[in-house]
């Protein structure tokens, strides 16, 4: 790529010294740049409504490395305009690749206006082991009229919410611009583009400001796997293509093929890996945005998704590691979240001990082991030892680099339904739903990991996912008990009340499991032995079988205060509001731990229980 800074070769409109580094349109004090890349291209220029689509008027001048460039005093921001190219294969007009607002996805790409008031904008991201993220869908997790997507704004109309309820991290799935209203977000048309229908740009920015001053961060989902594939004038941009391929963008042969559609990338290509990389970057210093969750990364390394190194893309792998190397080296305190889905200790392992970098990844494993525990209806058959193995588990012995869930966009869609939907098709508000799932998020927000959940799992949301399917308020009032209780485990988690550091420390240890009644204990800490304030015990039945007296190891003596128990009648009023009472550690060995002693347990239920000061 040349230096963008000063081209080879003036243009013949304006001095080459007003010309602008970067590419698309740039706007600037004394006019907008526009620049692209287009190797198969003889002749490039600027059109648009502003000279009624004529080729002549703008030309943009051959720089090296195949790219084009050109500087114009009249075109500011809000100027609608389109490239057109003249090629071997024929005069094509296109959008701006590095188009920042379109008027729609078939539309015009426009100049875009980078004035915003970011105020006293200061936000300070949470360290990882702090973070409780909850994933979004602009277009339905508030849309007052179900006729239309909900907007960025209306997204802001409910952060009074997310912060009461304790959320520091909102995980928004992908809102660049795709075909039509109404999408999951993951056929990006225009990568660099915000969606319209959710109030474009300006609108985004003014929902990571509002966000920031809630004490919120905002992590956003990108799709780099592949592109498209609707409306995507990136296909065959300037004409020139091998085997019926994607052209300039994308692989043109057997590593194309995606899930999706033959639209991968061409990780291989320098321009290519400078447009992801660019994209990335301007994410997280343009938009100010704290994170990056990447989608599908077992797609980026691999043609199949898979770990057969056959079929592996080294560029791939170098593409990532490079895009997490720069924002390390630029903004280390923002969290870059892999979607791998295979287990690979690699993808969170740091780049120079041969890993890709991501700060963290989702966990299939524990999602998949956990929801299994839950779903399945019979008691006997619940794998104890599973949930034992899964809760315990770390990659490259850290707690955080694994994002932890009984929820996701993908797990509530595509054939599958929210848990309390799995347990009890069509009575999903009924009891054993919701003490089970309700066990579920207990262990999300105990277990080692950075938890998450889905838009509507604290108010109880039935059914499953769909992108034209709003979020329903009304159950947030019908089971305000529900978000009470959720309000709750994440204060525990956060250690709000200064009781349970050990629910965001390195240190756990698995010590009793009784698949024979379905129970098991976990101790979380932070320091050292632990102790007062810090080491916090887990424990959870999986039956529906009431413990009277159940008896557990406990690592210090002193008095050990029931900080939670989940079937608190104030919780929902179906719950059985046993009573789990603190108990005095008694000496005696139990569980391999110097002391031990009994709670009352209630049908599948979680107490949370930490050590009172002496």
Not at 30 to 55: C, D, I, Y
Not at 99 to 113: F, I, K, L, W, Y
Not at 163 to 186: C, D, K, V
Not at 245 to 261: C, H, L
Request: glycine residues 10%; proline residues 7%; aromatic residues 12%.
């Amino acid at each position: 790529m040349p230096d963008l800074a000063t081209p080879s070769a003036p243009t013949s409109t304006t001095p080459a010294a007003t010309l602008q580094p970067g590419m698309g349109a740039i706007p600037h004090a004394h006019g907008t740049t526009f620049r692209v890349w287009a190797p198969a291209a003889t002749a490039v220029a600027l059109v648009g409504p502003f000279n009624e689509w004529k080729t002549t008027t703008h030309p943009l001048t051959h720089e090296a490395d195949a790219y084009w460039a050109a500087d114009f005093p009249n075109l500011p921001s809000g100027t609608e305009y389109k490239f057109w190219l003249k090629t071997p294969t024929g005069e094509l007009t296109r959008h701006d690749p590095y188009a920042r607002e379109v008027t729609h996805s078939a539309g015009n790409s426009v100049v875009p206006d980078h004035s915003f008031d970011w105020e006293d904008d200061h936000f300070e991201m949470p360290a990882w082991n702090e973070l409780v993220i909850y994933e979004l869908h602009v277009g339905t997790f508030n849309a007052p009229d179900p006729e239309k997507p909900g907007t960025f704004l209306d997204v802001v109309d409910k952060l009074d919410y997310l912060s009461g309820l304790g959320i520091n991290a909102i995980e928004i799935m992908p809102p660049t611009e795709f075909p039509g209203g109404r999408s999951w977000g993951y056929n990006p048309a225009h990568p660099f583009a915000l969606e319209t229908d959710y109030g474009g740009p300006q609108a985004f920015k003014e929902l990571v400001k509002q966000a920031h001053h809630h004490g919120i961060a905002v992590i956003l989902d990108v799709v780099y796997n592949h592109f498209g594939p609707g409306d995507l004038d990136l296909w065959q941009f300037d004409g020139w293509q091998e085997n019926d391929g994607g052209g300039i963008y994308f692989y043109n042969d057997w590593r194309a093929e995606t899930p999706w559609g033959h639209n991968r990338p061409d990780y291989g290509r320098e321009e290519v890996r400078r447009y992801i990389l660019d994209n990335a970057l301007m994410w997280l210093e343009d938009y100010r945005v704290d994170g990056l969750r990447c989608d599908s990364i077992s797609h980026i390394r691999n043609v199949d998704g898979s770990n057969d190194p056959s079929r592996d893309l080294p560029e791939g792998w170098s593409l990532m590691k490079w895009v997490n190397e720069e924002i390390q080296a630029k903004m280390p305190w923002k969290i870059t979240i892999a979607e791998d889905l295979q287990g690979n200790e690699y993808i969170t392992r740091p780049t120079t001990d041969d890993g890709q970098g991501f700060a963290s990844q989702w966990d299939a494993a524990f999602v998949n082991i956990i929801r299994d525990a839950l779903v399945t209806p019979a008691d006997a058959d619940r794998n104890i030892t599973a949930v034992a193995d899964i809760i315990g588990h770390t990659y490259n012995g850290d707690a955080f680099q694994r994002i932890i869930y009984t929820e996701s966009h993908d797990e509530v869609a595509n054939g599958k339904s929210r848990v309390t939907e799995e347990i009890m098709p069509g009575d999903a508000h009924t009891w054993f739903p919701k003490k089970r799932a309700t066990l579920g998020a207990a262990l999300v927000f105990t277990a080692p990991g950075i938890p998450m959940m889905f838009q509507g799992q604290e108010m109880l949301a039935d059914g499953y996912f769909s992108d034209d399917q709003p979020l329903e308020w009304i159950h947030a009032e019908q089971h305000a008990g529900l978000v009470h209780m959720y309000r709750d485990l994440i204060g525990l988690r956060r250690n709000l009340a200064g009781h349970t550091r050990g629910l965001q420390g390195q240190h756990t240890e698995v010590f009793h499991v009784n698949d024979e009644d379905k129970t098991l204990a976990y101790c979380r800490w932070a320091d050292g032995d632990g102790g007062p304030g810090d080491t916090t015990i887990v424990l959870a039945n999986f039956a529906d079988r009431t413990q009277e007296a159940y008896t557990i190891g406990l690592p210090h003596g002193g008095h050990w205060r029931v900080r939670f128990n989940s079937d608190w009648e104030g919780y929902d009023e179906e719950f059985g509001n046993f009573e789990s009472m603190d108990t005095q550690a008694e000496e005696g060995e139990y569980d391999g731990y110097p002391f031990h002693g009994s709670f009352g347990l209630a049908p599948y239920s979680v107490l949370i229980i930490s050590q009172e000061p002496a």
